[in-house]
């Protein structure tokens, strides 16, 4: 009896120790699996990294874009103002011009006028004067 509770005894203790390796293998295999899923993790938490990298030159890169375009805004814009200011003082230069000009056309109608006046009188002046030629001829003596 002694031996046969020694025979079950071990058998029994068998068949704990093959469980308790196969638990153990199943462990082994969790924590393996278990391993393996963290070097994934990491290496998609390394690629997300670089990825947020990437993502944050991106928006330094617009940032600096956006400023660029801001500054040539706002030259453009000054460059407007300015060619806007030059357009009021072309236009009042052209209305002062157009005024100037009236007035020396006034003047050259009045001088024309006065030429003619002027050439008149000559045309007056040279017909007395041949009529006077004329009267001093008559009394020349010969």
Known sequence: MIKEFHHQMSLA???LVILIQTDIQQSVHSMDSGRLTVI???TLVG???ETFAEIASSVRRVTQ???HVTTLTHQVSQGTENMSLAIVETTKIAESSAG???TVAASVEEQLASMEEVIHA????SDMSEDLQGAVSS???D
């Open 13 to 15: 203790f068998s068949i």
């Open 122 to 125: 000559a045309h007056s002046l």
């Open 139 to 141: 009394f020349k003596m």
């Open 100 to 102: 100037y000009t009236q």
């Open 47 to 49: 690629a997300a990294g």
């Open 65 to 67: 874009q956006i400023e």
């Open 40 to 42: 994934e993790g990491i």
